[in-house]
């Protein structure tokens, strides 16, 4: 593909307004990874098949790498890179204050070894708690059936996600009202 073959996309990102050159068939975890520098998105299998690009596109978990970047213009796009600005802190402090509830306790739980799933499965979850907030671990199980993981076995997983669902509903409970900003959903 030639450097005139490619074409300026807007992206919204994480609540900010971006603009990178893509070509036609460029997908959206490429545009992500390649021309904005936002690596947390992982690129695995590339072909649909294990969840690790997973962002969310207008609130709905997607597989970015079977996502075009052009078919993503002016669409809000939240990546691992923001997860953290859509929760709070369970108990304060200066660590756990800019996690989302998920990345506390995946970090708590030992829920990831490697990583390279994590930012996926951390994606999916954060729309599942913001469709069901109170999910059973069967819709847990159900909504991360796309998400594939190598090292950890899915305990931990799913352990960490009832954590996080919990510390969530307590939060909003306090809170009244979700935080809502730009294109993402607390
Ligand atoms: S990298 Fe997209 S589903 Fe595997
Ligand atoms: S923690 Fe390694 S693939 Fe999931």
Redesign the pocket.
């Known amino acids: 593909m030639r450097v005139s073959d490619r074409t300026p996309c807007r992206l919204s990102v994480n609540g900010d307004a971006l603009q990178c050159l893509v070509s036609p068939m460029t997908t959206l975890c490429e545009a992500l990874r390649y021309e904005l520098g936002l690596t947390g998105t992982k690129q695995g299998c590339d072909k649909g098949d294990c969840g690790a690009c997973t962002g969310l596109i207008d609130g709905q978990p997607r597989l970015s790498c079977i996502t075009l970047a052009l078919s993503s213009q002016d669409l809000p796009i939240v990546t691992i890179e923001g997860l953290a600005d859509m929760g709070a802190a369970p108990e304060g402090g200066l660590r756990a204050e800019r996690l989302h509830e998920l990345q506390d306790a995946f970090d708590r739980f030992g829920a990831?070894?490697?990583?390279?799933?994590?930012p996926g499965i951390l994606m999916s979850s954060a729309a599942l708690l913001v469709a069901e907030p109170a999910p059973t671990r069967d819709r847990i199980k159900a909504a991360l059936s796309g998400n594939l993981?190598?090292?950890?076995g899915y305990t931990k997983i799913l352990d960490a996600v009832e954590d996080a669902a919990r510390r969530r509903r307590a939060r909003l409970d306090k809170e009244g009202e979700p935080r809502l900003a730009a294109g993402r959903q607390a």
Do not use: E, V
Request: hydrophobic share 20%; net charge positive.
């Open positions: 990831a070894q490697c990583g390279f799933c994590t993981c190598r090292c950890t």
